[in-house]
Nanobody, 118 residues
Framework: VQLQASGGGLVQAGGSLRLSCVAS???????????RGWYRQSPGNERELVAV???????DYADSVKGRFAISRDNARDTVYLQMTSLKSEDTAVYYC??????????WGQGTLVTVSS
């Protein structure tokens, strides 16, 4: 499974961005994916969960982004989105998308940089 993240950039505090993560690869490699998520990592910090969406439709968010970020997916396009609003300087980080399958494997995209200027 290959994951391609895009949509990062420079935005002022209070602004919005939408990240996209497209999954590609053989249908066999993508079979069994049951969870897609977004993580982020800022300098000096560990990678942390931002949001996750499961095949069941359930979603979870980090407390720091609840009410501001929304994760969604387009199954036809094998794409997961992260709509980010009311951005804060502390949201500045490299955002990574990932996918997990029923076999316990985890796949990562290359990351996209989000910079929020105050």
């Amino acid at each position: 499974v290959q994951l391609q993240a895009s949509g990062g950039g420079l935005v002022q505090a209070g602004g919005s961005l939408r990240l996209s993560c497209v999954a590609s690869g053989s249908s066999g490699s993508r079979w069994g994916i049951n969870e897609r998520g977004w993580y982020r990592q800022s300098p000096g910090n560990e990678r942390e969960l931002v949001a996750v969406i499961r095949n069941s439709g359930s979603v979870d968010y980090a407390d720091s982004v609840k009410g501001r970020f929304a994760i969604s997916r387009d199954n036809a396009r094998d794409t997961v989105y992260l709509q980010m609003t009311s951005l804060k300087s502390e949201d500045t980080a490299v955002y990574y998308c990932n996918a997990k399958n029923v076999f316990g494997q985890t796949f990562w995209g290359q990351g996209t940089l989000v910079t929020v200027s105050s």
